[in-house]
């Protein structure tokens, strides 16, 4: 940027670095300040449980408040949080690690997939991800000073990464590939043929690989399987999971990644001195999602699989063409047939019926033609939602 660049801005616009000030805003909180404005919206936006935290984690986090619980913990996390974690990795996943140095816990996984990117990426490197994806993946690389490579998924394909597209990518800076599956905003799943060919991928060319598991426990149809388990890959691996989606525990913060020492050390390098510690109060109630919650999960998931099978039927029905998400909580259907973009059809559908979706094009060029729709709302929203997008689509037909 040139000097006259620089004196045409006002002065503390000056002090903002380059490579944030380039940063967009996040698609879904600039649209979502639109719908803040307006009464009598069914929100089908934000990704976050309807349910409560369950009781029993809430209890924890009272009880370690009232007997005082308020010190720093380790900036690793509490030990056993961290070897609780890791057994339930172990149990759940079929990926070994040992909690003493190969286990840190976060605020939230959104800071265990930055500490993860900014531990390993070097000025330049690339980093390869699916898209439409979460819309924080290339901000962080961004923001890591690396470069962002975009692998486009199609809905012809179940929205699954194809590994001989990811190998169209790879060059000489390739660093990394992220993982989301089940994915945000799709709610595809990897088929397991195709993630031991990414598993393959990620040897021969020397990558690493950062799977973010957070909607994992949410897999509707078959068993999830996680690339860190496949043979050899254990070592080549950053696991990043969090309580937020399964445990309901948005606002808790409380992630974790799981990783050889050194890159667990890496880690630990930045989060010491950038957030010292996640919340003690948190890891106490994350603690006993561990060891308490799987009941209340298991019928959270059951609940979001009944309404996915309702609300993907209805917007089938209504002229919608939507594939049945394998897992998390949203839905993506296209609305290709009504001739709008992405955002012209959030837009209208908002304005006009007070039903608030996400442009698919906030996940990236890829999620052009579609909308993401969470469903982890009441049945009663739900239907109410589906009335509205069949007077909406109604409305269009008659234009």
Request: aromatic share 8%; glycine share 8%; charged share 25%.
């Amino acid at each position: 940027m040139t000097k006259n660049m620089k004196d045409s801005r006002s002065v503390s616009d000056r002090f903002v670095a380059e490579h944030i000030s380039t940063l967009p805003r996040s698609g879904i909180r600039a649209f979502f300040d639109l719908v803040n404005t307006m009464d009598d919206v069914i929100s089908l936006g934000v990704g976050e449980p309807d349910f409560t935290t369950p009781w029993s984690i809430r209890e924890s986090g009272i009880y370690s408040l009232e007997h005082g619980h308020t010190s720093y913990t380790s900036n690793l996390g509490m030990p056993k949080l961290r070897k609780a974690i890791c057994a339930y990795v172990r149990s759940n996943y079929g990926a070994e690690y040992d909690f003493q140095h190969e286990c840190i816990v976060t605020v939230g996984v959104s800071e265990a997939v930055d500490l993860a990117l900014r531990a390993v990426i070097d000025p330049g490197d690339e980093v390869i991800y699916s898209e439409p994806c979460y819309v924080s993946y290339p901000a962080e690389i961004r923001m890591a000073h690396g470069v962002p490579v975009p692998v486009t998924t199609r809905e012809k394909n179940g929205f699954a990464l194809d590994p001989a597209e990811v190998a169209k990518k790879i060059t000489p800076r390739t660093k990394a590939l992220i993982l989301n599956f089940p994915c945000n905003p799709t709610g595809a799943e990897m088929p397991h043929d195709k993630l031991e060919k990414l598993a393959a991928l990620a040897k021969k060319h020397d990558l690493l690989v950062l799977t973010d598991e957070i909607y994992s426990e949410l897999s509707f149809d078959g068993e999830h399987v996680s690339i860190a388990s496949l043979p050899g890959m254990k070592e080549r691996c950053i696991f990043l999971h969090g309580f937020s989606k399964a445990f309901a525990m948005t606002g808790w913060r409380v992630g974790f990644a799981c990783a050889p020492a050194p890159l667990t050390d890496a880690m630990m390098r930045i989060h010491q001195y950038a957030i010292m510690c996640a919340p003690t109060v948190a890891q106490e109630a994350a603690l006993d999602a561990l060891k308490n919650g799987g009941e209340a999960m298991l019928k959270m998931r059951e609940s979001y699989r009944e309404r996915r099978d309702f609300f993907v039927a209805g917007l089938n029905a209504a002229g919608l063409k939507c594939r049945l998400p394998q897992g998390a909580f949203y839905a993506f259907p296209s609305v290709e047939s009504t001739g709008l973009s992405s955002e012209e059809f959030a837009r209208k559908l908002l304005e006009q019926q007070r039903v608030a979706v996400v442009p698919g094009t906030a996940f990236g060029a890829g999620g052009e033609g579609f909308v993401r729709c969470c469903y982890a709302t009441g049945r009663d929203d739900l239907n109410e939602a589906l009335v509205r997008i069949r007077k909406f689509l109604s409305g269009l037909k008659k234009c």
